[in-house]
Nanobody
Framework: VQLQASGGGLVQEGGSLRLSCVAS??????YAWFRQAPGMEREFVAA????????EYADSVKGRFRISRDNRDNTIYLWMNSLKPEDTAVYYC???????????????WGQGTQVTVSS
């Protein structure tokens, strides 16, 4: 199983970025994005069922971020708009097969990609 994240970078406040994560090696039931800012614990950002019928977002990103998946190649995305300096963090993609609370029990993780938002 492999999750390969990419797409991070430096962006000005109010800008947009799209993160990508290629998932391979098995069939998953759920996928998610988390983030970890310097000196902070890793926090939940967004998650979705594999088919996209149910999605969940952290309050801090609702209305600004969108999670999605490309059915053709199992690439999962995090579309980030209206970025704020407090969105600066390393972003991780995650996947799992079993149903569980949105913020828990994520078994498979990508390596992380840095997002920096300047004010």
């Amino acid at each position: 199983v492999q999750l390969q994240a990419s797409g991070g970078g430096l962006v000005q406040e109010g800008g947009s970025l799209r993160l990508s994560c290629v998932a391979s090696g098995r069939t998953f039931g759920y996928y998610a994005w988390f983030r970890q800012a310097p000196g902070m614990e890793r926090e939940f950002v967004a998650a979705s069922t594999w088919r996209g019928e149910k999605k969940e977002y952290a309050d801090s990103v609702k209305g600004r971020f969108r999670i999605s998946r490309d059915n053709r190649d199992n690439t999962i995305y995090l579309w980030m708009n209206s970025l704020k300096p407090e969105d600066t963090a390393v972003y991780y993609c995650a996947a799992r097969t079993e149903q569980a609370p949105w913020r828990d029990a994520w078994r498979y993780w990508g390596q992380g990609t840095q997002v920096t938002v300047s004010s």
